[in-house]
Each structure stands twice: as structure tokens, then as C-alpha cells.
């Protein structure tokens, strides 16, 4: 199967020279480039948090591989569903998805359900294909679309899951998760907020940002990505996470009243 871009020309060009144009100016091809086991990175419309992802995948080593975590922004079938045979398409080209990989991180976990219609409209994953094509053309994805309805217990087994399959894949991989933080709140009150999740982002603390979460009541739409993500990093040896750059759409917009905020963080 082929996955059409859902939201190309809307969150992003659809044209590939004015891709292109856009990313160039949000990345920062000269920074010194770390290895890094998972990053975490926003999605929404380039023009707010572009310069978020950009300076988050331009802090890292790009390698051939990804598992990109994303939630699922409106109602889908499977609790956790993967693809794991075909392509993504955007307008910098084809991305193939990554089969065997896929088929070991199914493989110990009952949770997780193949699911290709559960990411035909969602927007989380797609939109950061285009940063990672900017920085290296010919790489494969595990795309995996998470419900809201999922817990903490069921987030840690697939992140055993990935650790596990990447493992096995024995191949350098990197792990993404896709997750906007604060939305619509004051900009003040979204970062005192989102700092209270990515302080337990950064301490590598994955039941503690999954309860911070909910207790703070922080409208951070990824944090179940996050937090499989963290378990992950954290069963492949993951030692330390640096916030990269935060912002919020306020800084692009000038409306400070009502904003979404934006974390870029590299876990190494």
C-alpha cells in the first residue's frame, strides 16, 4: 500500500522546491551532529513548529532507519496500530516502510494490531518524514499510530516491544516521537506547564510524565508516544535527554494569549 500525503499543502508545501525552501530555513546543516537513540519532535503546520523539528533533527546523526511514534488525533480501531508493508509518500519522495523491523516489534506483543487505516489521515507521523528526507534520502520507517485510550501499563509493553525488535534488527535505529505539548493556554501558563513534562522528559522518567500529564492536566497530545518512547531509549541504554529548543506558536504568530507549545528534545 501507499500512503498519500494527508496534509501536504496545508501543514507543509506540497511542492518539493518549496519544501525544500522552507526546511532550509528552519534546520542548521553546520551544527555538531550527536548520535542519539530517539528524539522528540512537534507536528504541527512548519510555519509554528518548524523551527523546533528543524533544530532538533539537525542536532542528531541521521541513520537509515526510524520507528516514528505518533497519536492518533481522532477515533481509530486498533489500540496500537503499525504498518508494515509498503510506502509513505511526500512531495520529497518515497519512504519505504521498514518490514522486518515491523514484524519484530509485533511479534512479543498481542497489543499491537496492523492497522493501515489508521494512519491515512493522521498527520503526527507524516509531518516528520519531509525533516528527516531534508537530511538523508534513502531511509525506511516503522510508522506506529497510538489511541488515547491507551495506558501506562499497555505504553510500557510496546515500548519493551520496539527495544526488543530493535534489538533483534540489530541495525542502527532511531526513534521518534511525534507530540505537540500545551494547546491553547496563555504562553505563560502553557510553559510553566510543558517545562513540568519535559523535566520528567529530560530525567528520562517515563511513569512520571505519563502521570504529570494527567494530574497537571497538560494538553500534551503525544505524551503516550513520549512515554513508550522513553521506555524504549531506556531499554537500549539511554543515559541522558537535552531539551534542544522550546517555543510556542506565540513566537511565530505574535498572539501570546492562545498558543500551542513545541519541544525538541535528543535522548542519547
Not at 504541527?44 to 513548529?49: K, L, N, R, T
Not at 529530560?202 to 502521570?211: E, I, S, T
Not at 494527567?214 to 503525544?222: A, F, L, R, Y
Amino acid at each position: 500500500m501507499r500512503r498519500k500525503p494527508a496534509v501536504s499543502g496545508y501543514f507543509y508545501p506540497d511542492r518539493e522546491k518549496d519544501l525544500r525552501s522552507m526546511i532550509e530555513r528552519m534546520v542548521e546543516p553546520e551544527k555538531e551532529k550527536e548520535k542519539a537513540i530517539c528524539v522528540v519532535s512537534p507536528h504541527a503546520g512548519f510555519e509554528y513548529s518548524g523551527p523546533v523539528a528543524g533544530a532538533v533533527f539537525s542536532s542528531v546523526q541521521i541513520p537509515d532507519k526510524f520507528v516514528i511514534l505518533g497519536p492518533s488525533h481522532r477515533s481509530i480501531q486498533s489500540r496500537i496500530a503499525i504498518m508494515k508493508e509498503g510506502d509513505w509518500e511526500t512531495p520529497l519522495g518515497l519512504v519505504k516502510i521498514e518490514s522486518r523491523l515491523a514484524e519484530l516489534i509485533l511479534k512479543p506483543s498481542a497489543l499491537i494490531t496492523e492497522d493501515e487505516v489508521a494512519h491515512l489521515n493522521e498527520h503526527s507521523l507524516e509531518v516528520q518524514l519531509p525533516f528527516i528526507q531534508y537530511f538523508k534520502k534513502d531511509i525506511s520507517i516503522v510508522p506506529i499510530c497510538i489511541s488515547y485510550f491507551v495506558s501506562f501499563v499497555e505504553l510500557e509493553e510496546l515500548g519493551k516491544a520496539i527495544s526488543s525488535g530493535i534489538k533483534e534488527f540489530k541495525e542502527e535505529v532511531m526513534i521518534v516521537a511525534s507530540t505537540d505539548m500545551s494547546h491553547y493556554v496563555e504562553h505563560e501558563v502553557a510553559k510553566k506547564k510543558d517545562f513540568l513534562a519535559i523535566d520528567k522528559m529530560l530525567n528520562l522518567d517515563a511513569k512520571g510524565l505519563y502521570d504529570i500529564v494527567q494530574k497537571e492536566d497538560i494538553s500534551m497530545c503525544g505524551f503516550q508516544p513520549t512515554t513508550s518512547a522513553i521506555v524504549a531509549s531506556k531499554e537500549l541504554g539511554a543515559e541522558k535527554a537535552t531539551l534542544v529548543k522550546y517555543q510556542t506558536s506565540g513566537d511565530t504568530s505574535g498572539n501570546y494569549d492562545e498558543v500551542v507549545g513545541y519541544a525538541g528534545i535528543k535522548i542519547n
